[in-house]
Structure formats: C-alpha cells, structure tokens
C-alpha cells in the first residue's frame, strides 16, 4: 500500500483506535516505509505483533505512534489484489493492459483512488524518538521523509505523489515512467 492509502485509512480507522496524539498516530501509520530512503530491508521496520506490544510496554509514551505503526503493519497484510477486484471489475483493467494487473500496480492504482477522492489535510509528527533510533534509522532520514510525507499530504495529487517517490528512493526513474504511462491510459478512460 502507498503511504496516502496507508494515511487515509489510519484516518478512516482513528476512531476505533483511539490514539491520545494524532499527529504520533498518523506519523506511527507511514514511518515503516522510511525503509525506502534508509536503504533498510523490509523486516527491519516492518514489525510483528509481539514487537510492537514489547516497544509499547518499554515506551508508553510513544503509545499513539506505536498504534499507527501497528496500523501500517496490519494493513500491509492486506490482499489488495483481492479487495478491489471485488469493488472494481478489474476484467476490464486486464483488457485494457492485455494482462493480469500486479501487486505493485494494484497498489498505485489504490493510491490513484486515494489522491484523487480523499483530501484530509492532517499533521504528522514528524519526531525522531527512541524507537526509530533503536531501529537504525538516522535523525537525517526522518527529517527528510518527515518533511516529503507532509508535503505530499497537504498536497496530494500524481505529480506530488511521483516527486515524493523520487525523493525518497521509493521508485526508481524506470518504474516512475511505468507509472506514469500506466496513469495515463487510466485517466483517458471514461470509468
């Protein structure tokens, strides 16, 4: 899932989640993929249950970021694939690009929806604390994905989202022209 859908839905959920700080909350729902520009592999931000419960019991105060984190890592667990071919006919995506769409471009086109129906402008927290120090992640790092998060979601459209990926690390130039070819032939079509 892209880092909008991943906000989006934390906002969507909040209310069941009940987090004391939203801003740590919706910081906790997309720091996982700060992987992307720390060059880190996936399981070491991408925590399990019982990982999560251990920060929260030695960080209590860091609960509310800890809840979004625990967001993000359940809802990576998701089966896009699955879920929006059951609320989208993607038989006429498949017609259209001659093949079964992937995982990947299941996800952008997710993200698409996101941008293109969703705008709730929130703060994110944006803190480098004890937990993200305790995983590897440098000051540097968060500060930087810190402020490209924000300014994809006070802003978020294709092109913030393309500059946001770039800076980041999270798509290389000739996956960002794939998605760009591939946004194209969406929006032309009438659906």
């Known amino acids: 899932m892209g880092p909008y859908s991943h906000f989006v839905l934390a906002t969507r959920i909040k209310t069941l989640v009940k987090p004391e700080n939203e801003g740590e909350y919706y910081w906790g729902s997309i720091i996982p993929d700060i992987r992307y520009l720390a060059q880190m592999r ?3 931000t991408h925590l399990d249950e019982q990982r999560i419960r251990e920060l929260i ?8 970021f800890l809840q ?11 089966d896009l694939q699955e879920i929006v ?21 299941i996800t952008v086109l997710v993200e698409l929806y996101f941008i293109q129906t969703v705008h709730t402008p929130q703060s994110i927290a944006g803190d ?13 790092h968060t500060e930087k994905f810190s402020s490209a998060m924000q300014s994809y979601f006070d802003s978020p459209c294709f092109e913030t989202a ?3 990926f770039r800076r980041l690390g999270m798509v290389d130039n000739s996956r960002i022209e794939k998605y760009i070819s591939a946004a194209s032939k969406l929006e032309k079509m009438p659906f």
């Open 42 to 44: 996936r399981a070491q």
């Open 57 to 64: 019991d030695r960080y209590p105060q860091l609960t509310s």
């Open 68 to 78: 979004g984190y625990r967001v993000h890592c359940l809802l990576d667990e998701i």
């Open 85 to 105: 071919g059951k609320v989208f006919p993607l038989n006429i995506l498949k017609s259209i690009f001659q093949k079964e769409l992937s995982q990947q471009q």
């Open 128 to 140: 480098h604390d004890e937990i993200l120090a305790e995983l590897g992640i440098k000051s540097t």
């Open 162 to 164: 393309l500059t946001t």
